[in-house]
């Protein structure tokens, strides 16, 4: 028998899947430091390459759990809200341009507005963060590209892909029943940290004594 939304197996479902998101941000904050200690030939907003981000050069897949970060970013952070409308609209275009299959294809990303990435501190793709300026990959990077993809494995047990960015917005933008309901990584892993932090003052705080002694 199927089980009911709300359910103890769709709850520790979607426990799982904000964990899984929180990781999958935590992998994100050794490449925003390798950028900014490193700074060589990127970009001094640490920003790819627009030139990258389209046609002929841009061949861009991601993830299944990271088109759920995206999705979730877009319904639920402030300078996002809106914007889904003119982002599918790109997705739209990008589509007739490429099938639907797993294979490198070329694109003109839909998330590229303004010679900038909409969800660059936010819920960026992973690979397009560890790109080095020469293409290549450092070991953090590949570090985390693992991380990702175990993420992965840990969450959909072998049932994932990576696909182009069009197809996978496509999916889970306009999919809002499924796992791309909720918070995105970054905030949650904001709201993780807010909420160790207040129980650390709250057990230093002197007031509260030192407990009753055994
Ligand atoms: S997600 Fe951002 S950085 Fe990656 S290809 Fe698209 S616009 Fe470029």
């Known amino acids: 028998m199927p089980r009911k939304r709300g359910s103890r197996g769709s709850t520790s479902r979607s426990q799982l899947i904000e964990e899984t998101l929180i990781s999958l941000d935590r992998s994100r904050g050794p490449l925003f430091h390798e950028k900014d200690a490193t700074a060589k030939g990127y970009r001094p907003d640490g920003q790819r390459d627009p030139v990258r981000c389209r046609r002929p050069e ?11 970060d995206i999705a979730r970013a877009f319904s639920e952070k402030p300078h996002l809200r809106g914007k889904e409308g003119e982002v599918l ?12 299959t797993s294979k490198p294809q070329r694109f003109d990303c839909p998330l590229l507005e303004d010679g900038k990435c909409m969800v660059h501190r936010i819920a960026k793709p992973i690979e397009c963060l560890a790109e080095l300026p020469d293409g290549s990959f450092s070991a953090e990077g590949r570090r985390s590209l693992e991380r990702r993809d175990q993420l ?45 932090s207040r129980r650390s003052t709250r057990s230093h705080d002197p007031r509260r004594g030192s407990g009753p002694v055994r």
Do not use: C
């Open 58 to 68: 841009n061949k861009m897949r991601i993830s299944e759990l990271e088109a759920i």
């Open 89 to 100: 609209q790109r997705v739209g275009r990008s589509l007739s341009f490429i099938g639907d």
């Open 152 to 196: 992965n494995e840990d969450l959909f047990a072998g049932r994932w892909d990576f696909k182009a960015i069009p197809l996978m917005l496509a999916h889970y933008m306009l999919d809002r029943e499924g796992p791309a309901n909720g918070k995105s990584g970054s905030t949650l892993r904001k709201e993780q940290k807010r909420d160790q």
